[in-house]
């Protein structure tokens, strides 16, 4: 296909390679016509990053550079297709690190222009819920969106052909960096939320008692006097040092805190579906693999009578695919950017 053409046959299956640097992730994927992943690849900065307890934007995007080529080859190699079988190249135009992100479109703009095929940039939040729809081929707009990752915290209506009405949005820490930092306070490393997702199981959520903030506008959300909250018992507890709480006094605060913030955005949640009477929820992001919040909000969807759907796990963290997979509908749209476009790192759903 020309670069500066959309969609032109209907019958032909449409291949997308999308890429995604957003963070400390390089992933790499290739989908058919939105919905069928044929490769994908992923490579994570991860273990350079957590000594430092944080993502570190220039490692993340020296780690982009020195990946990315072997990611991309291993989509490949896994989909069984060579570069010159893609119909386009999508990427991740934000929001995301500033460096991280520039080194994925660098890539993708070398690709588009090698290749000569369409380039079409995508929004990772928008991308996230829509590896909903990928899963689950009944799940079409409108839907209450909830976007739940390391950075954002996000709910929406997702009206489609890329419409979102942003109903609110967490107006300190995201909730997936609560997760990080009330790890770092437990002394459970790097990322947090899978190890307080694996840990709280062997918890009683109800031991510690922590605040549920209600932020004034409903659909806000505000997570950081919650981890403040968790400071603050540790420092009571165990004078600030996790090593002096007992494993399972650690198991406690870690399933009180899981408990607390699933509280808040399955209400909010469920807010936003009785309000806006859209009968369906999709959620997305890291934070939307985290097995209690999948449960809970599941259950409490049932109960309204809401379809609930959250993406298998491995599509909710970063991932290619989701690129890949957003960039046919975009395609279709004729939503094709030229080779001199910018990333944006404050882009959100619009
Ligand atoms: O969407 P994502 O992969 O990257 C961003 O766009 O930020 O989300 C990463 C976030 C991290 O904060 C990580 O701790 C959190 O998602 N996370 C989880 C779980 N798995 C990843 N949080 C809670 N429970 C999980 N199982
Ligand atoms: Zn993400």
Not at 32 to 41: F, Q
Not at 57 to 79: C, F, G, K, N, Y
Not at 336 to 350: I, K, Q
Request: proline share 6%; net charge negative; aromatic share 4%.
């Amino acid at each position: 296909m020309p670069r500066d053409g959309a969609a032109s046959t209907k019958s032909a299956a449409i291949r997308i390679l999308g890429i995604e640097t957003s963070c400390d992730e390089t992933a790499v994927g290739i989908v058919e016509d939105g919905r069928r992943i044929l490769g994908h690849a992923v490579a994570s900065s991860l273990t350079l990053h957590a000594p430092y307890g944080g993502v570190i934007p220039e490692i993340a995007a020296r780690a982009h550079v020195e990946t990315i080529w072997d990611m991309t080859l291993q989509a490949l190699a896994e989909s069984r297709l060579s570069l010159a079988d893609l119909d386009a190249v999508a990427v991740t135009q934000g929001p995301g690190l500033p460096g991280a992100l520039l080194v994925g479109l660098a890539f993708a703009k070398g690709l588009a222009l090698c290749l000569d095929r369409p380039l079409i940039p995508v929004d990772h939040l928008a991308a996230h819920l829509y590896a909903g729809e990928m899963s689950d081929e009944t799940v079409q707009p409108p839907y209450v969106g909830l976007v739940v990752s390391g950075g954002h915290t996000v709910l929406c209506v997702a009206h489609g052909e890329g419409r979102f009405e942003v109903l609110g949005e967490t107006k300190d820490d995201a909730v997936g960096e609560a997760f990080d930092k009330v790890a770092k306070l437990l002394g459970l490393g790097y990322p947090g939320g899978p190890v307080i997702d694996r840990l709280s199981e062997e918890g009683r959520p109800a031991s510690v008692v922590l605040p549920r903030a209600q932020s004034k506008q409903p659909f806000d959300f505000s997570f950081s006097g919650l981890k403040t909250a968790v400071f603050h018992y540790v420092r009571k507890a165990a004078d600030g040092q996790p090593a002096g709480l007992e494993p399972q006094q650690i198991a406690d605060i870690a399933a009180s805190f899981q408990e607390a913030a699933v509280d808040v955005l399955v209400t909010k949640t469920l807010r936003a579906a009785q309000r806006t009477g859209v009968r369906r929820v999709v959620a997305g992001g890291g934070v939307a693999a985290n097995r209690r919040l999948r449960a809970r909000l599941t259950e409490a969807g049932a109960a309204d009578k809401l379809q609930v759907v959250f993406p298998p796990p491995a599509l909710c963290l970063d991932n290619g695919a989701m690129i890949a997979g957003l960039a046919y509908p975009l395609l279709q749209r004729g939503r094709v950017a030229p080779l001199s476009v910018a990333s944006d790192p404050n882009l959100c759903l619009t």
